[in-house]
Nanobody, 125 residues
Framework: QVQLVESGGGLVQPGGSLRLSCVVS????????IGWFRQAPGKEREGVAC????????YYLDSVKGRFTMSRDNAHNTVYLHMNSLKPEDTGVYSC??????????????????WGQGTQVAVSA
């Protein structure tokens, strides 16, 4: 059974940092591409970051470049999203997803094979 479980969300002040984790079970990170997504209240879900081991591809949403870093620990089947210099507009539910495509197919967030349940991030003074 495949499971993706996110954690690490919370309330943080503007300028603060959080590290989100996505623990994956039932599939290999060496085969699957993992993406991080977020959905703010009243807005469409958007792809935030992606790493693909198959072709070495990486992706970051323009608004998070230089502030967010995605990393993976294949030995522990865990993917991280390190978020620094957080802004109120980063608020939303953050989810990870896994698919056998590459980042170009994963980032739009459509028809992906597996999703986690999400973790809430709130950036507010």
């Amino acid at each position: 059974q495949v499971q993706l479980v996110e954690s690490g969300g919370g309330l943080v002040q503007p300028g603060g940092s959080l590290r989100l984790s996505c623990v994956v079970s039932g599939l290999s990170l060496e085969v699957y591409t993992i993406g991080w997504f977020r959905q703010a209240p009243g807005k469409e879900r958007e792809g935030v970051a992606c790493i693909s081991d198959s072709d070495g591809d990486k992706y970051y949403l323009d608004s998070v470049k230089g502030r967010f870093t995605m990393s993976r620990d294949n030995a522990h089947n865990t993917v991280y999203l390190h978020m620094n210099s957080l802004k109120p507009e980063d608020t939303g539910v953050y989810s990870c997803a896994a698919d056998q495509g590459n980042c170009r197919t994963v980032v739009p967030g459509l028809y992906l094979e597996y999703w986690g349940q999400g973790t809430q991030v709130a950036v507010s003074a």
